[in-house]
């Protein structure tokens, strides 16, 4: 008598790592969504503070530096801002991901879609602070734009090391979108 597939396990040894695949990418996921929820609010809060006043002001001129002097660090918090909210608001999805993983395809589309968005609000957010950060060190010559970072030290250091956790989360947006879809494509 020949022994059929389902008689032996073989199915069920199939699905067996498959499931335990899933539930190790939502146990990813949900982590690396707290370690970019850190990098985004770290990032947004250290910007958000920064603020300088140069020592040789005068009785009605004050030099001063703050990060809503330009609109791009303004744009650059908030995009921060809200996609560390969305993180946080997330992170319920993602563990009802690790719990419930057989009925979870649909939320997860939802996840990508919703983290393909904040990951172009973020890198935009990024990318924008980190050309006006390019400029104030360096300046451009042709535009008659001159550095800076020469009077304003601690101004730019702050804002050049708030880009490194949103940059930090860009890249782990990359590897959550990455996960999803490997999770998606394995129900």
């Not at 539930?23 to 969504?33: A, E």
């Not at 983290?115 to 973020?122: A, E, P, Q």
């Not at 050049?160 to 890249?171: N, P």
């Amino acid at each position: 008598m020949k022994v059929s597939a389902v008689e032996t396990g073989e199915i069920s040894q199939v699905s067996a790592p498959r499931k335990g695949m899933i539930r190790g990418l939502s146990i990813m996921d949900f982590i690396l969504r707290i370690v970019a929820a850190i990098g985004t609010l770290g990032s947004a809060l250290s910007t958000g503070t920064t603020r300088e006043t140069l020592p040789f002001t005068t009785q009605f001129v004050k030099f001063r530096a703050v990060f809503d002097d330009l609109p791009t660090f303004v744009f650059f918090v908030t995009s921060n801002s809200i996609v560390c909210g969305y993180l946080v608001l997330s992170l319920a999805l993602s563990f009802f991901h690790i719990i419930r993983r057989s009925s979870a395809a649909k939320s997860r589309i939802l996840l990508v879609f919703l983290d393909t968005v904040m990951f172009g609000l973020l890198t935009t957010g990024a990318a924008a602070a980190g050309t006006i950060v390019y400029v104030s060190h360096y300046g451009n010559v042709n535009a008659n734009w001159f550095p800076f970072c020469g009077q304003y030290n601690h101004f730019c250091e702050r804002i050049s090391g708030s880009l490194i956790g949103s940059f930090i989360a860009v890249v782990i947006f990359m590897i959550i979108i990455l996960m999803s879809a490997v999770s998606i494509s394995k129900h």
